[in-house]
């Protein structure tokens, strides 16, 4: 039945997914492409959307679509600033009564009408997973509340749809537990587009004119002026220019300014029912635009309409268009009218093989790709409250086998016993070494085994070295055995390891207890740290704390379903907690870790590092990072009041070593654990 708000398929594949979206920006019918395809891929969708909205400067009333086979549900909105405007709540408390699968807020996380839908959503006790939209490629940092309330949307969303890869970039690093999909805005694909007149054609070629279309709005940013200094450099190109906006007015003013008038047509606002035959009417199509502090392009729909339409493109490198032109069209530095202008002469000689190019790329920013991209994001959404429904499933159950299905992936730095002892019982697996120390004994020692060797070519740390590895998978799609130089497991425990993963739908990950040389057992599952468990740390209650549980990484086995929610490591911890951090973002998504008591490694601690305080400063130092990342500065500095607290009285408490290294403790907070680090890593 599932948690009330919920509707819980059998399985993952097979079962329409149940959708809600809400967007404010789906009014005309003609933008509602998304639904549309959504809807004959099977879902089963419906839509709330402003019920008036202002489009370019224009108010757009809520158009209604008899052949639509989806319900759309009008609602008022309040405010016109996409980031500002609040939903009428009582339609959307109406919609958020009934089961859904997922909610879809396409919405900016840190939009007033994404802290809306998520309070009616409590409110309510929905407990359907909700994923959101971001196009924010430029890294801002907003006044209170919105920050905040940006900080709680990514922390507890399922999922993120983001439509250029600086944007899915920004969402994981300010607080998305998992990874955020990059997901092109859709375009038709229309067939029977108007083509250029024959006799037009042949009249131009013959003139070696070259028609240049610029459709967008009017405004500097999307460089106008640059179009028309490259008009006024190349006197073969000639300009259809549409849209609307503050530049409007001045365009044919500032085209006899510079001479050209007569080879600029301004055409005002198109409704959309005349874009085709605008596109049919050019030769090539500028997207010039120029970046500034506060905006860049996000992605550029009008670079991929031209594209379906057949029309060559050439635009600036701003933000998002060159991820979107870039091996399809002709990309120039933005403000350049000298390489636009040289450009756009080139895209009109080379159409033949551009346009081609062109077609291939739109074709993978149908509306068609694009909903088989949503549904997969829906279906990693529910895919924890699946898991917990379902019980192991035939392929997870086939995934664990044997350790033939495990990846090895070790990160060596120095040590090469140690490495050799680690790698020996396992050298018929799949093992690839990240060598962070470059040393020719190491490399030497993995073709003797015959495992591979990859050289960091410097010290990457240990979350970097591994994703060197995982973006070069040896068995793609296969669990992970993260493996230290400085332990050994054998593979009948590896396989033990596997089967324990897979025994409980949805582990993340799982690990051996371990002993070191002398059989003397270390503790290897710890509770997520947090600020009020630190206090209780400090006042010496740390061993009667309760909750989620991790295992450290010294020999960790990472389900691979865990890696392609959440992806690899965080590299901005160079050393320690690394696995802290990617086991946290797991559990923020549903997944759970735990130790297999059934299962033996030995492990040498500190095996690869002979410098105690240089270690201490990094583990701290990654302490610091986990906690300003997971609880924001205020988390941090009350974790880091309670570590000072603690050590000093511990300091001033107990007797000779043990108080000195509380004392040491207590100094390496009151200066900041990062800052000490830095200073070990720049040899200060």
């Known amino acids: 039945m599932g948690p009330a708000g919920y509707r819980c398929p059998d399985s993952l594949q097979g079962v329409p997914v149940r959708v809600l979206r809400i967007s404010h920006s789906a009014t005309v019918a003609a933008w509602r492409g998304r639904e549309r395809a959504l809807r004959l891929a099977g879902a089963d969708v419906a839509l709330a959307t402003a019920s008036r909205w202002h489009a370019g400067g224009v108010p757009v009333e809520l158009e209604q679509d008899a052949a639509q086979e989806f319900p759309v549900v009008g609602v008022r909105t309040f405010g016109l600033h996409p980031a500002l405007f609040v939903y009428d709540p009582r339609p959307l408390w109406r919609l958020l009564g009934e089961r859904w699968d997922v909610i879809d807020i396409h919405e900016e996380p840190f939009a007033l009408s994404t802290a809306e839908v998520l309070l009616l959503r409590a409110l309510r006790r929905n407990r359907a997973p909700f994923a959101l939209y971001t196009a924010q490629n430029l890294r801002k940092r907003y006044p209170f509340p919105f920050g905040w309330l940006e900080r709680r949307a990514l922390r507890a969303a399922s999922g993120i749809s983001a439509c250029n890869r600086e944007a899915a970039a920004i969402a994981e690093g300010k607080g998305f537990p998992g ?60 300009a259809r220019i549409a849209g609307s906006g503050p530049l409007a007015d001045r365009i044919e003013a500032d085209a006899a300014t510079r001479g050209i008038r007569d080879r600029v047509t301004f055409l005002g606002a198109l409704p959309p029912e005349d874009v085709p035959e605008f596109y049919a009417s050019v030769d090539v199509l500028a997207v010039p635009s120029v970046p500034t502090r506060s905006w860049t392009e996000q992605f550029g729909r009008v670079a991929i309409e031209a594209m379906a339409a057949g029309v060559p493109v050439v635009s600036s490198d701003a933000g998002a268009l060159p991820d979107v032109v870039g091996g399809a069209g002709l990309v120039v530095p933005h403000g350049d009218a000298s390489a636009l202008a040289r450009a756009l002469v080139e895209a009109h000689d080379r159409r033949d093989e551009l346009a081609p190019a062109g077609l291939l790329r739109a074709a993978e920013c149908s509306w068609t790709a694009v909903a088989a991209d949503y549904e997969d994001m829906y279906r990693s959404a529910i895919a924890p409250a699946l898991r917990q429904a379902q019980g192991p499933t035939e392929t997870t159950l086939r995934q664990a086998q044997g350790p033939d299905s495990v990846e090895i992936i070790t990160v060596a730095y120095g040590a090469p016993d140690l490495l050799e002892r680690a790698l020996a019982p396992v050298a018929g697996l799949p093992v690839t070494v990240v060598d962070n120390s470059s040393q020719p004994e190491i490399a030497a020692i ?62 993340a990950s799982v690990g051996p207890v371990q002993v070191d ?162 200073r070990f890593r720049r040899g200060v």
Do not use: M
């Open 517 to 678: 040389e002398q059989g003397r057992p270390a503790r290897v599952e710890w509770v997520f740290p947090s600020p009020a468990r630190a206090w209780l740390e400090a006042a010496g209650l740390g061993r009667g704390i309760r909750g989620p549980k991790f295992v450290i990484g010294s020999v960790l086995l990472l389900n691979a379903g865990a890696l392609e929610a959440v992806g690899g490591f965080d590299e901005r911890f160079f050393l320690y907690a690394e696995e802290t951090d990617w086991a946290y973002r797991t559990h923020l998504l549903g997944w759970t870790h735990r130790a297999v008591p059934t299962v033996e490694a030995v492990h040498t601690g500190a095996g690869t590092s002979s410098d105690p305080r240089r270690r201490e400063a990094y583990f701290h130092a990654s302490q610091e990072r986990y906690y300003r990342k997971h609880f924001g500065a205020a988390g941090w500095t009350a974790a880091r009041a309670a570590q000072i607290a603690g050590a000093t009285v511990r300091g001033i408490l107990l007797p000779g070593g043990r108080g000195a290294d509380a004392r040491r403790r207590a100094a390496l907070y009151r200066l900041g654990p990062v800052r000490v680090e830095q």
């Open 446 to 507: 993995c073709e003797r085994l015959g495992v591979r060797y990859l050289d960091a070519g410097a010290n990457l740390g240990f979350g970097s070295a591994v994703n060197l590895a995982l973006a070069d998978r040896l068995v793609p799609g296969a669990d992970v055995l993260l493996l230290n130089p400085d332990a050994a497991i054998d593979p009948d425990g590896i396989a033990a390891l596997q089967a324990s993963l897979h025994s409980r739908p949805g582990t």
């Open 179 to 238: 990874r955020a999909r990059v997901i092109p805005l859709g375009v038709d694909t229309p067939a029977g587009l108007p083509s250029p007149a024959p006799e037009r054609a042949t009249k131009e070629r013959d003139e070696g004119r070259v028609t240049v279309g610029l459709l967008g709005r009017l405004v500097p940013e999307k460089g106008v002026g640059v179009l028309l200094d490259a008009l006024a450099l190349e006197p073969r190109l000639h």
